[in-house]
């Protein structure tokens, strides 16, 4: 088989749809194309991106939320801070559905450390966490000014 030939080959190869499904998030996309990525991957049916940092995955198992992002439920509730191993950690910004926000330091995806709790009515603690509880009740409790 002569270089013309394998060049021919190659690009034939690459005319064929390869990937049948992305899934980034919430949204499924139907490939209709050959997709360029490597080759280890093109192996796969679905293929799996992290809507944040558009890394991809084989595995709907490996892929986790990590780095800084906003990730917002379906009941409306939204956070905004860091992710590690797919749990809230270190800083971050948490607005509950209720109206309800907490901002302040998370661990293993719970309150941990500093953090102010301002609650829709207006009441406020300013203190620290522990496991997802406030320390102490004698740390500025009360309404804002």
Not at 25 to 47: C, D, M, N, R, V
Not at 67 to 73: A, D, E, K, N, V
Not at 84 to 97: A, P
Not at 99 to 113: A, H
């Amino acid at each position: 088989m002569n270089e013309i030939d394998k060049e021919e080959e190659e690009e034939e190869k690459e005319k064929i749809k390869n990937i049948e499904k992305i899934i980034i998030g919430y949204y499924s996309i139907e490939a209709w194309y050959f997709s360029p990525y490597p080759s280890h991957f093109t192996t796969q049916k679905i293929l799996y991106i992290c809507e944040h940092c558009l890394k991809y995955f084989k595995y709907k198992n490996t892929l986790i939320r990590h780095g800084r992002g906003l990730f917002i439920w379906e009941d409306g509730e939204f956070y905004l801070g860091y992710w590690k191993n797919d749990k809230r950690e270190g800083k971050g910004t948490n607005n509950y559905s209720n109206g309800d926000i907490y901002e302040g330091e998370y661990k293993n995806g719970k309150k941990e450390g500093k953090g102010t709790y301002k609650w829709k009515n207006g009441d406020i603690y300013i203190g620290d966490w522990k496991n997802d509880n406030r320390r102490s009740e004698e740390r500025r409790v009360g309404k804002e000014c």
